[in-house]
């Protein structure tokens, strides 16, 4: 699964989220990027992939001065444990070898590429861009919030057939 770099930051900028300790849905959360890296926190249904230009994208936008602001250290901190939720999730790390130009923004791509050398079956993402080409080469683009819902509905109707079953 390949989730876009806004994703990887409201994570963390968005309401009381904090990146030492992941919530893992059920239930969804008023925070549904947080929500979603709790999901492939948990290493259950879903691996995270990522490459070292999302990371350093992830680190350049909380550092901006004209955005978040954060200080160096704690942005690189946050990838690390980016990196180790990858690792957890049984996800890699990978620099994608084929271009794609299939979208007018060049961080767009980068996206696109990482899905597609991952062989990802979601792109996670709040873009507009990317929204609009879902299902790109057969992969769907989902919301944040999409996403959560329904991996929240997955895992209720999983216990529920098991409750049956007891």
């Not at 930051?9 to 890296?37: E, I, Q, R, T």
């Not at 230009?53 to 954060?70: K, S």
């Not at 767009?108 to 879902?134: C, F, K, M, P, Y």
Request: a negative charge; charged letters at 20%; hydrophobic letters at 45%.
């Amino acid at each position: 699964m390949t989730f876009d770099v806004n994703v990887l930051v409201a994570a963390v900028v968005a309401g009381n989220s904090s990146f030492w300790s992941w919530p893992s849905p059920p239930p969804v959360s008023a925070h549904p990027a947080a929500d979603c890296l709790g999901i492939v926190n948990d290493g259950q249904e879903f691996s995270l992939w990522l490459s070292p230009h999302i990371l350093a994208n992830v680190i350049r936008v909380l550092t901006d001065p004209e955005g978040f602001r954060w200080p160096a250290p704690k942005a690189e901190e946050y990838a690390t444990i980016l990196a180790e939720i990858v690792a957890a999730s049984g996800g890699r790390i990978i620099e994608p070898e084929v271009r794609v130009a299939d979208c007018l923004d060049h961080e767009d791509n980068r996206i696109l590429e990482l899905a597609q050398a991952s062989g990802s079956v979601l792109i996670v993402s709040s873009d507009a861009h990317l929204l609009a080409l879902s299902p790109w080469r057969g992969i769907p683009v989902l919301r944040p919030r999409e996403f959560a819902s329904r991996v929240d509905a997955m895992r209720r109707a999983a216990r529920r057939r098991g409750e049956d079953r007891a």
